[in-house]
């Protein structure tokens, strides 16, 4: 850094800006990254003070590099967002005033400067008016200057919208950046303000500027580029204006439904002007993207507007009438969508259309059968188109379905006939009660309804020979399985319209495909995967179908259920027929057997629920006793029409497809893992798991769960299946409540056999006292040796003990309540914890993972399960065998393994830390082809490999020490009391383990980090007596990554805790003079602090700055250390608030902070009771708000 600033002043003294321009021409366009490196370091150090600002805009006065100037804008905008509160608002001024001449005078075109310089210029500007907004008018005045700017010329008024266009975005967004001081509430009242006085100003130059380049009048000769430039971002200005956040909804900016429009009330001469909804679609028809893309986003702002805005329905209607007149004129001539962006905006408008106004008023519009007919004429040409189409098609679905949902409450209206048309007006009046369809509208939309879905679905089977054709040139959209299921789920709507119509449409299709692939089948032709594609497309369709029923609309849609049934029937039918294909012929394509799973689910969600069956006391099956509810009617007239038996027997071929799905798909993922969602699916709901347990086809999984001669999934799939099959088959056994016992012992016999076998090929087995640390850690004992040796002999004694750890821990998962956990654990011990702890001496990597995350999930209290009777020891010997894994994992694993220590902080300066959260804002190098890329990276397979190899263990040993330890279950006091060392020889374990990753590694994964703050947490809150009588060296340590954790949103809470706990520990126990078991933590303390006199001092530094200078996020967390840490060190903070009025540059700001350090100790008492914490937390929280608003820092 020295020779930074060296270097700094020298290029100051001599005004010479061509070593700085060198070293931005190497940052982004060396191919050496240690050169980029060490560039970066050099020009980054310009970012680092105010005293360099004069520098910079030097830079912009001489140079005429490219990459310099981008340097020195972004360079400014660091300054500006993290030195905002040191500059005084002349100065502010200044340095905008300098910004905006720049732009006028460099922007012309063919100044030679890049349109990335001018865009980084505009940015500063921009984000200068937002922070100086309230420092007076002069702020303000931009609107003024931007409106000179914009009448200068032709290039100058484009630069002129483009910096409008960023004052609105700027003041638009949430603010965040991590150099944002402010709250939420300053953004909002900056947003609200710049909103009353600026926003109509800048939508009116907009409006003005769209009729000029509509009428070529008023801005002059305009070369094409010129023109081009100006247009695009005037329609860009228009969309974000109409898009700003009136009223602090804060919408999702990912969401494709805009919602409603809260334009002010002012507003009313943009969304009543005739002519801006004319020039907008002209701008659509006659342009290329973005322009047109934009018009189109400014057309579905405007017809979002708020129907408070028109004076009257009639205004309104008038509106309504010009959109849909636009709209008609574009279906009619198709203008303006041969490209892909205009046709995605012009389908969310048609989406959007129906949001905003009622079927009454879509009716009474003008033309609006003709715009029904073009409008379907239209979506029926885009199904099939849709290779072209596909990521817009379910807006024109989402249009039809808010169509058809909206005609049973269709209100009288009257249409106008289009020319020369004899269309009827006719419409029966709906009441709230009794709705009734307009029947002209109705049979006319009915046949466009009916003729769109069929055209979706014939669509989409063609589409499987045209993937084919082209050679895999087009995306199968059957792939896309988040799109495809929200077309599904919008086109349901459609198909249930008028049902019948659809259904034997889909039942002929189904018909004929089926007699096609048993022909296919028959003939043992293995070209069968176009049509088992088609099949597949039938099968979600039915699915989705199905699925949309609606029992709200029982009996308004009687009868449909057996249309379901008939439907459903050939689906069953297709599901068994390539179970047999299988077997014959090998695997079908893995498409259709997940479309097959999808009709499962859905079927079982509308048919299967809970209320259908009820369960016979006596048999344990289902009985669908004598109907009595529209809903018991309809389930007895499904299971009728199905004809293949009841419940209980369609419920069998729904496990028994998940059965053969798990023994013929054992390497394809997908398949495996939507098999067992649905079985987890079927064994969680209220349906009676002895209906589930006694079906054949359950019999058969829970004979062979084990087994991968059967199930060969159980060895070949991801480990996480295995263990989620035997979760769903506990969830069942353990869901039975006659004779619970018997049929859990059945269940893990096959469990207890592995085990047995398991225990007899080890031999003799460690005891607790072999396991015990030998002086932390020492090379393991013989027996240890051949125990691991034994372990790790073969792959497939390997492979048997993983299995089984898998299989228990799916076990361990479904005990969730009491009574089951207890009958677990009786199973278990002691023999099955010899096994895991012998396991804990293996040096294979998949046998540690998981060993300790069944443990992991065995001391997981979750429900408060591990409740046991008082008289039992059984939560004390859950500890013990907790430890006594960890203690043998932990003990090998430390053997030859560097552990890293921190001697001090003393490397950080005392009041700055947490102070600078500045980030490189150089920006990404610009490629050789103009667009932006990051040529650095880190090397992300490295970095998981890593974590795989170095971390993962630790962290799942942590997390199961730090569950067992919250548990609950057990009085950690007995062990100390009789001298049992299983707490503390896990505890030491722990840490030692912990500090084999060095703090940056710490901090660099995630996971570890988690794991690392949660595990100290409930250290310091239990047991900090431990961690206090260890050495300085480990003390630091830890508190060197904890302030570290400070920093980060997803630590600092468990961070913040951890100082919380020991500053009570240390004010608790200060002034104790009967210190009794207490008494060597406190001595400990006492050493460390003579070791470290500024430690508390530096802790309460490190909060308090983080708190006013931080990032907002998360500043209620560390509010809570403060108090105790003040309590613990006085004069700490007596310190830290001098030097923090000294740093002030103003005798109003050394005012204005003393009175609020004044207001944050009033009132407050010296004592830890949580009436005093609370108060103060909230008076710490008003003292953030008031200095973050004018400290300088």
């Known amino acids: ?155 100058h008024c484009r630069l002129a919208l483009r910096l409008l266009l960023q004052l609105v975005e700027e003041f638009n967004s949430s603010g965040g950046n991590r150099a944002e001081m402010r709250s939420l509430t300053q953004q909002r009242k900056s947003a609200v303000s710049f909103r009353d006085i600026a926003l109509y100003p800048a939508v009116q130059m907009a409006q003005s500027t769209l009729q000029r380049l509509r009428n070529r009048e008023g801005l002059g000769p305009l070369s094409p580029i010129e023109e081009r430039g100006i247009t695009e971002n005037t329609m860009k200005l228009l969309t974000a204006c109409l898009g700003y956040d009136f009223i602090g909804t804060n919408a999702d900016e990912s969401a494709d439904d805009v919602g409603t429009v809260q334009l002010p009330s002012g507003w009313r001469p943009i969304a009543h002007d005739p002519t801006l909804v004319i020039t907008l679609f002209e701008f659509f028809a006659n342009t290329e993207p973005p322009i047109s893309s934009s018009a189109m986003q400014s057309l579905i702002l405007l017809s979002s507007v708020r129907r408070s805005l028109y004076p009257s329905e009639q205004d309104r209607a008038h509106f309504l009438n010009q959109i849909m007149r636009g709209i008609r004129e574009i279906l009619s001539s198709q203008r303006g969508l041969q490209h892909e962006a205009n046709y995605h905006e012009f389908c969310r408008l048609l989406g959007r259309l129906k949001s905003n106004y009622q079927l009454s008023e879509l009716v009474g519009a003008e033309g609006y059968y003709e715009w029904l007919e073009l409008a379907k004429n239209f979506t029926v040409t885009s199904f099939e188109q849709w290779h072209f189409s596909k990521n817009s098609m379910q807006y024109l679905l989402t249009l039809w379905g808010r169509l058809v949902a909206a005609v049973p409450y269709a209100h009288r209206a009257a249409p106008v006939p289009p020319p020369g048309g004899t269309e009827s007006t006719e419409m029966h009046q709906s009441t709230e009660n009794n709705p009734q369809p307009a029947k002209p509208q109705a049979s006319i939309l009915e046949a466009c309804v009916i003729q769109v879905a069929k055209k979706y679905i014939e669509s989409m089977l063609v589409s499987v020979n045209v993937i084919d054709a082209n050679d895999g040139a087009f995306d199968d959209p059957l792939d896309d399985e988040g799109a495809l299921k929200e077309q599904l789920e919008r086109l349901s709507v459609l198909c249930r319209f008028r049902y019948a119509s659809v259904a034997e449409y889909l039942a002929q299709g189904l018909d004929a495909t089926a007699a096609q692939y048993k022909s296919v089948l028959e003939s043992r032709h293995q070209a069968r995967g176009a049509i088992e594609r088609r099949l597949a497309w039938l099968a979600y369709i039915v699915a989705a179908v199905v699925g949309g029923l609606s029992w709200n609309q029982i009996p308004a849609s009687e009868g ?93 071929r729904l496990v028994a497809k998940i059965a053969n799905n798990l023994r013929f798909w054992p390497d394809n993922d997908q398949v495996i893992c939507a098999s067992l969602d649905l079985f987890q699916e079927m064994a969680s709901g209220l349906t009676p798991s002895k209906v589930i347990l006694n079906l054949e086809a359950t019999q058969f999984l829970l004979e062979h769960s084990t087994k991968a001669d059967a199930l060969p999934f159980v060895t070949r799939a991801r480990p996480r299946h295995r263990t989620t099959l035997h979760a769903t088959l506990a969830k069942l056994v353990l869901g039975v409540n006659e004779d619970a016992h018997t049929a859990f012992d059945a269940f893990m016999a096959p469990l207890e056999q592995t085990l047995t076998s398991l225990k007899d ?34 792959p497939e004694g390997t492979a048997l003990l993983v299995g089984c750890l898998r299989d228990l821990r799916g076990v361990i998962q479904a005990a969730s309540n009491r009574r089951a956990y207890s009958m677990l654990f009786d199973l278990l011990y002691p023999d099955a914890f010899n096994v895991l702890a012998a396991a804990a001496l293996s040096e294979r990597h998949e046998v540690l993972v998981a060993l300790l995350r069944c443990l992991q999930e065995l001391v997981y209290n979750k429900s408060q399960r591990i409740t046991f009777e008082r008289s039992s020891p059984n939560g004390i010997l859950l500890f013990r065998e907790c430890s006594r894994v960890i203690v043998a994992m932990g003990s090998r694993r430390l053997v030859g393994t560097e552990q890293y220590f921190v001697t001090s902080m003393d490397d950080d300066d005392l009041f700055q830390f947490g102070r600078d959260a500045r980030i490189s804002a150089l920006g990404v190098a610009p490629s050789a082809d103009g667009t932006n890329s990051s040529r ?117 809470p468990a961070a913040a805790a951890i100082l919380d706990h020991l500053a009570t520990f240390r004010f608790n126990n200060q002034h104790r003079t009967k210190l009794g078991r207490m008494h060597a933590a406190i001595q400990a303390l006492d050493t460390h602090l003579a070791a470290h006199p500024l430690l508390f001092k530096k802790l309460l530094a490190s909060v308090l700055n983080l708190l006013i200078f931080g990032p907002p996020s998360n500043h209620w967390v560390l509010t809570r250390p403060v108090l105790p840490l003040m309590l613990v060190d006085e004069q700490g903070f007596l310190d830290y608030r001098d030097t923090l009025l000294a740093s002030q540059p103003t005798p109003e700001n050394k005012q204005r902070l003393s009175q609020a350090f004044s207001n944050l100790i009033s009132h407050v008492h010296r004592n830890l009771d949580n009436t005093n914490r609370d108060n103060f937390c909230q008076q710490i929280s008003a003292f953030r708000h008031e200095c973050r608003s004018f400290l300088v820092c």
């Not at 344990?620 to 009595?628: D, F, I, K, N, T």
């Not at 072999?770 to 691991?788: D, E, F, R």
């Not at 569950?963 to 049992?980: K, M, Q, S």
Request: aromatic share 10%.
């Open 1 to 155: 850094k020295k020779i930074n600033i060296l270097l700094l002043r020298r290029l100051n003294m001599e005004g010479n800006t061509e070593h700085f321009e060198r070293l931005c021409e190497v940052f982004y366009t060396s191919s050496d990254a240690q050169e980029r490196k060490e560039s970066e370091r050099q020009l980054i150090a310009v970012q680092s003070s105010l005293q360099y600002l004069p520098q910079l805009l030097e830079i912009f006065k001489n140079s005429r590099s490219n990459y310099a100037l981008l340097v020195a804008a972004t360079s400014v905008n660091a300054l500006v967002n993290y030195e905002w509160n040191k500059m005084s608002q002349d100065e502010r001024l200044e340095l905008r005033l300098f910004l905006m001449q720049y732009l006028a005078a460099r922007g012309e075109e063919g100044s030679g400067v890049a349109e990335f310089v001018l865009g980084s210029v505009i940015k500063t500007i921009a984000r200068i008016v937002k922070l100086g907004w309230f420092d007076g008018n002069r702020h303000r005045e931009i609107i003024d200057q931007v409106a000179r700017l914009y009448k200068t010329s032709a290039s």
């Open 560 to 652: 449909e259920e057996e249309l379901d049934a008939k439907l459903s029937r050939r689906c069953f039918d297709i599901a068994q027929l390539i179970d047999l294909a299988h077997q014959s012929l090998g695997p079908c394509n893995a498409t259709l057997e997940l479309a097959i799973l999808y009709f499962f689910t859905q079927f079982r969600r509308i048919y299967l629920w809970e209320a259908s069956p009820s369960l016979n006391s006596s048999g344990g099956e289902y009985a669908l006793a004598q109907p009595s509810s529209s809903k018991q009617k309809v389930f007895a007239r499904v299971f009728e029409t199905l004809a293949l038996g009841d419940a209980t027997d369609v419920t069998n």
């Open 761 to 794: 090929a080890l031999g003799g087995l460690p005891s607790a006292q072999q396991l015990q640390l030998n002086g932390g850690g020492g090379t393991p004992s013989p027996n240890q040796q051949k125990v691991s040796q034994v372990i790790d002999a073969s």
């Open 936 to 1052: 650095d990276g880190a090397l992300r397979g490295d970095s998981d490999q890593e974590y795989k190899s170095r971390h993962k263990t630790i962290v799942i040993a942590l997390t199961a020490l730090q569950r067992a330890l919250d548990g609950n279950f057990v009085n950690f006091g007995v062990f100390e009391l009789y001298n049992d060392t299983a707490l503390r020889d896990a505890l030491e374990v722990a840490m030692r383990l912990s500090f084999t990753a060095p703090i940056v590694d710490v901090m660099a994964f995630p996971k570890l980090a988690a794991a690392y703050f949660g595990f100290y947490e409930i250290v310091f809150r239990e047991h900090a007596s431990f961690v206090l009588t260890k050495d300085t060296a480990t003390l630091i340590t830890i508190l060197c990554a904890v302030r570290r954790g400070l920093e980060l949103p997803s630590l600092a």
